[in-house]
């Protein structure tokens, strides 16, 4: 089947299996689809398809995020989806990092609650590998922590929790409220402030120490990316602090017979680390 019998069929399945197969060449046909396209429902199948490949292969989209901020800047009712996207487009590139953040910046001031969250998301990914880029807008992410919106409060906390990952000493003096988030968060959208407890853990141990019993209740999860958070975190807290995680070890061990590889690998890691 043609790319334009795939997106009129919504085989959007499909078309993530033939780009992950096809590449640069597919890269180039949804890019075209994307400027040309007059249905909306496409052009956003389209963004949120590029944006999931472009987190693997970034380097494959990296040249076309010009033509994406262009249409977006015509069509700003694609600005949620392209701006999830181009979040995990750039994030590797300090040059279209810089590039993208005035749009999501005024993103993060607008009034609609989903768009806030969307762009908090992308800088969050930003931040983690450029937290000097992300500095200006953390007052924003941290008024997020105080909204009444349950969503918004977990995208800001993600967001944070990612900067936070490299730059523990941007965030700490949230941690608090993060935790107070994370008490009340979905497993699936918690994953940025998990991971930051461990940066946290790393350089202030004593600042997640009443914390480690919720770290290993997510390492029962039945969600495998809360699992591999979890585990991330506390083999970085035992680094530094290897019998503050020993509560975990038992969970730890049994996670190095995983089916799932990475949380094995990840596992064994976590113990060696902490001298398990």
Sequence with gaps: MSLE????????????????????QMVREL??????????????????????????????VYGSTGTIMKVLDEEPSLKSEGAC?????????????EELLPMLRAMLADDDALIREDAAYAIGNIGFNFPDLAAAELPALMRMLDSDDEDEREAGAHALGKIGVNSPEMI???????VRVLEHAKETSCGGVVFAFGAIGFNYPEMVREHIPRLIEYLKSRDPVVVKNAVMALGIIGMTSPRLIDEALPFLQELTKSSDQEIALNAQVAMKRSGG
Excluded at 9 to 19: A, F, V
Excluded at 85 to 94: D, E, I, K, P, S
Excluded at 172 to 178: A, G, R, S, T, Y
């Design 5 to 24: 019998e795939l997106l009129e069929g919504k085989k959007y399945g499909e078309i993530s299996d033939r780009l992950y197969k096809e590449r640069g």
């Design 31 to 60: 890019i075209l689809k994307l400027e040309t396209s007059s249905s909306d429902e496409t052009r956003r199948a389209i963004l949120n398809i590029l944006g999931r490949y472009g987190f693997d292969h970034p380097e494959d």
């Design 85 to 97: 996207a181009l979040g995990n487009l750039v994030f590797n590139y300090r040059d279209k990092s």
């Design 172 to 178: 700490k003096d949230q941690f608090p409220k993060l």
